[in-house]
């Protein structure tokens, strides 16, 4: 299906089956986008749609293309439905998204900001068919973000912001012996002092698994994540299975555009720590981390979070992501972060309108209230 615009022409793929035909185009677009991430790439979205077959016939994936016929934006979305009481909404958000990993427009710089303008155009004048929109995740440091809610005002649609988190990364623009001596004093002490403690335990190494990540080198990680705290609190792959093939499918995959690398922190053979980090053509994003809980004492993941941006660097990369929620330590490794939360539209209609009164003046403060917390979870909760 194709709708013009007066600057673009969009193009909607509705099925999964159909969107293999644009892998080399998918490929050219990233080729022009500065630091795109890997939840942007084809093999992450092939991966998704593997792990959710659920969704291969409810896909609308927006390609834009220019007057020249050149693609230059993608916004991937996908049908889903979310509840409010006995009533079903339809949601239409950004495909590929898990946890904290931010999924935005794929589009060059220089388009973003029309194509926004183009697509909320699109969105409310022609393909009218949503309660919510979802746009999970946004970047600020994207203009996605710091042009959405701008345009969103200008055409009087109701809106809420939600879920915000900050990112921290490290741009690289130091080798790293530089970036090393940069540290403060306390902490590169602090990390000579546990490698040597470490290394009186046996012989320490650092392996990078590469892909396709075989069965059993991936079911290591799995393990050693499920032995912990996120095992206990059911946070782990092990315990969603869903999450679980995602990171598979994903493991098995790979190109000059993505690859899953498996990072990990051995004394003799034994492994300690590790992590699951994409690659892309200029960063390396950290997205799975475990440990075993009998090394804490060593800080098993400090230390190979110190691998991790030396490889980074070692490897010519210009940026190296934690990708999660921002914890104090992280403060060691850098100070600078991106801001992300989510952005929700609502449409003109009573079960949209209660959704957004309910997380904009009930929410607030019945979450006070632990007994009536659960119940508006289960009300509005997608």
């Known amino acids: 299906m194709s709708e013009r615009h007066p600057f673009f022409r969009f193009e909607i793929v509705t099925t999964a089956k159909t969107l293999n035909q644009y892998l080399a185009r998918w490929n050219r677009l990233l080729d022009t986008i500065p630091q795109y991430l890997p939840s942007m790439t084809w093999e992450w979205h092939q991966a998704w749609l593997t792990a959710n077959p659920q969704f291969h016939n409810r896909l609308h994936f927006i390609f834009a293309y220019d007057q020249r016929n050149h693609l230059i934006g993608l ?14 909404l ?55 973000d710091i042009f959405l809610e701008r345009i969103v005002r200008h055409m009087h649609l109701r809106y809420s912001t939600e879920s915000p988190l900050e990112i921290p990364y490290l741009p690289i623009q130091d080798n790293w012996e530089e970036y090393w001596k940069s540290r403060r004093k306390h902490f590169r002490h602090e990390y000579r002092r546990k490698m040597r403690k470490l290394q009186q335990q046996g012989h320490v190494s650092i392996t990078i698994e590469e892909p396709p990540l075989d069965d059993a080198v991936f079911q290591r990680f799995v393990m050693l994540e499920d032995s912990g705290w996120k095992g206990r609190n059911q946070s782990s ?13 994903a493991a098995y995959r790979h ?31 950290v997205y799975k981390i475990a440990y075993d ?43 600078r972060k991106h801001y992300s939360r989510d952005f ?3 449409q003109q209609s009573l ?13 607030p403060y019945l979450k006070r209230l632990p007994y009536l917390s659960g119940l508006l979870q289960r009300l509005v909760e997608e």
């Open 75 to 88: 916004i991937p979305f996908v049908e889903m439905t979310a509840h409010l009481a006995m009533v079903n």
């Open 90 to 144: 339809k949601v239409l958000t950004l495909a590929g998204i898990r946890d904290h990993i931010k999924t935005i427009f794929i589009a060059t710089p220089e388009h973003q900001l029309p194509l926004l303008d183009a697509l909320m155009h699109y969105l409310t004048k022609e393909f009218t068919q949503w309660d919510l929109i979802a746009f999970r995740r946004l970047g600020s440091n994207r203009a996605d």
């Open 237 to 249: 792959l092990a315990r969603r299975p869903h999450l679980l093939t995602l990171y598979r499918e």
């Open 255 to 285: 190109s000059p555009y993505f690859r899953l690398l498996q990072f990990e922190l051995r004394v003799n053979d034994q492994v300690i720590a590790a992590s699951l980090c994409p690659q892309t053509r200029d960063g390396l994003y």
């Open 293 to 335: 809980e009998s090394w804490a004492r060593y800080s098993p993941g400090m230390l190979l979070r110190v691998a991790e941006i030396r490889y980074a660097m070692e490897q010519g990369l210009r940026v190296y992501s934690f990708s999660g929620k921002a914890q104090p330590w992280m403060r060691h490794f850098t100070e």
């Open 344 to 346: 929700i539209i609502y």
């Open 351 to 363: 079960a949209a309108t209660l959704r957004h009164l309910g997380y904009e003046i009930a929410r």
